[in-house]
């Protein structure tokens, strides 16, 4: 079991970047993709990007792909998300999520969520 909690969000011109971080808790963090999603108001939940308990697999949502990287640092039970050329598009609710999806962009194959970060990119 772990206890993931998102920092690193903000305010960002368009064009400006932002790396998340998200620390999560518990000996098994090595056991877990991770996965990073997000929520605009008014919108439903979407996929961002995920990372596989190695390290070795990443996957990315067609919008982002080219400007956010996902990396992983199991040694500080650790998961980034950095963020260039940003938009105000990506404006939203970051939230970072940990399981053992069968699918990657499944948000239902994650059991444990942080609280989410603010991401706001003005244009």
């Known amino acids: 079991q772990v206890q993931p909690v998102e920092s690193g969000g903000g305010l960002v011109q368009a064009g400006g970047s932002l790396r998340l971080s998200c620390v999560a808790s518990?000996?098994?963090?090595?056991?877990?993709?991770m996965g990073w999603f997000r929520q605009a108001p008014g919108k439903e939940r979407e996929f961002v990007a995920a990372?596989?308990?190695?390290?070795?697999?990443?996957v990315y949502a067609d919008s982002v792909k080219g400007r956010l990287t996902i990396a992983r640092d199991n040694a500080k039970n650790t998961v980034y998300l950095q963020m260039n050329s940003l938009k105000p598009e990506d404006t939203a609710v970051y939230y970072c999520?940990?399981?053992?999806?069968?699918?990657?962009?499944?948000?239902?194959?994650?059991?444990?969520w942080g609280q989410g970060t603010q991401v706001t990119v003005s244009s």
């Open positions: 518990g000996r098994t963090f090595s056991s877990y993709a």
């Open positions: 999520a940990a399981g053992t999806p069968k699918y990657y962009n499944d948000y239902a194959g994650y059991d444990y």
């Open positions: 990372i596989s308990w190695s390290g070795g697999h990443t």
